[in-house]
């Protein structure tokens, strides 16, 4: 399985990304699928995760960020509105084989990440 993570870039707060992973193979709509994030300095934590018709979202990017999935395409999406300088980060899905949403040891592939940049 490979995760290929593309869309990153360097916008200006209050700017919309939309980043996207794309997943090989045929199993991909087996699967939940998961964005995580890890800033200069810090630990990896978690963003959002798409599991059946079920989304889940970090505290910190309920209401901007919104994850989709497209099984025709093999694609994860990350639609990010009203960005903030705190959201600069390097962006990595994965793929969830078994646990919760939130850790990242539920996720056994992971992408090489994308980079999100956000100035004020």
């Known amino acids: 399985v490979q995760l290929v993570e593309s869309g990153g870039g360097l916008v200006t707060a209050g700017d919309s990304l939309r980043l996207s992973c794309a997943a090989s193979?045929?199993?991909?709509?087996?699967?939940?699928m998961g964005w995580f994030r890890q800033a200069p300095g810090k630990e990896r934590e978690f963003v959002a995760s798409i599991n059946g018709g079920n989304t889940y979202y970090a505290d910190s990017v309920k209401g901007r960020f919104t994850i989709s999935r497209d099984n025709a395409k093999n694609t994860v999406y990350l639609q990010m509105n009203s960005l903030k300088p705190e959201d600069t980060a390097v962006y990595y899905c994965a793929r969830r084989n078994f646990g919760a949403v939130q850790r990242g040891s539920s996720y056994d592939y992971w992408g090489q990440g994308t980079l999100v940049t956000v100035s004020s």
């Open positions: 193979g045929r199993t991909f709509s087996w699967y939940g």
